[in-house]
């Protein structure tokens, strides 16, 4: 099990006041690590954020900071690292989407999203692995989707990002192997969230082409993905690297079935 050890390590988990960055840095925390929530919305989620990571017995600390704004990126990382320590383990989570068809998108509403999808991933972890490189240890996961391999109406600006952040993951292993810090990424499926709840009930539309899509015919729990993110983060995935793990049911490893089939 020490292969699974992640105590004492320090995680700067992006986008980790809600939603599923919550949930995977909920994860590293009650496994040992102590977590460093960063938001940039406001500082009252991120304190609040800290406040229940706290009550559940982790060690968090908050930084507030724009993940697209490499000057705050570059001050953040050298504060964090001075105030909290080396980080060793960092998950590129922060993400947005626009569901806007392609046709009627704005340029800069696509910009947008790739900026926050695909460049910021770039820039925190530009800043995080110089550490990385000189301690010859480290573990990166972008945090990727089903949509960086299939298409789906509205969100090509996401699509376009998340598959290219597929490609940036197998560059950055491709070019930091060597020094000993595994860049990988996690695909998560559809999970039951405060954000999809409306929508998680029966004779919905949506609800029942998940469930008819999943071949494990349910929502994922959050909790699911803590242990792809323990063991991207451990000894135990030191020879993984410039893999994407698709956390979604099975979704991604059928062409689905009609909902009259057994």
């Avoid at 102590?34 to 938001?39: K, M, P, R």
């Avoid at 039951?192 to 004779?203: E, F, L, Y």
Wanted: negative net charge.
């Amino acid at each position: 099990m020490n292969l699974f050890d992640i105590k004492g390590k320090v995680a700067l988990v992006t986008g980790s006041t809600h939603g599923l960055g919550m949930s995977m840095a909920h994860g590293l925390g009650l496994a040992g690590a102590t977590i460093v929530v960063n938001g940039n919305s406001s500082q009252q989620k991120i304190d609040d954020a800290v406040a229940h990571y706290k009550e559940a017995g982790i060690n968090a600390v908050g930084y507030k900071f724009d993940v697209s704004d490499e000057a705050a990126v570059e001050t953040a990382i050298q504060q964090i690292e001075r105030e909290v320590g080396p980080i060793d383990i960092l998950i590129n989570n922060a993400g947005i989407i626009k569901r806007v068809p392609l046709a009627d998108m704005d340029v800069e509403e696509f910009k947008q999203v790739v900026n926050i999808d695909l460049v910021s991933p770039f820039i925190v972890s530009k800043h995080v692995v110089k550490g990385m490189m000189e301690r010859k240890a480290g573990k990166i996961i972008n945090i990727c989707s089903m949509m960086s391999q299939l298409g789906r109406n509205t969100v090509g600006a996401y699509a376009a990002a998340k598959g290219g952040l597929v490609m940036l993951t197998k560059n950055m292993a491709t070019e930091w192997a060597k020094h000993n810090i595994q860049v990988n990424g996690i695909g998560p499926g559809y999970f039951a969230t405060t954000q999809t709840a409306p929508i998680r009930v029966d004779g919905h539309p949506f609800n029942d082409f998940i469930v008819n899509r999943t071949p494990a015919a349910k929502w994922g729990d959050p909790d699911d993905l803590a242990g792809a993110a323990i063991f991207l983060s451990s000894q135990a995935s030191n020879f993984v690297n410039g893999h994407i793990l698709y956390v979604d049911g099975g979704i991604l490893a059928t062409i689905g079935k009609p909902s009259n089939e057994d």
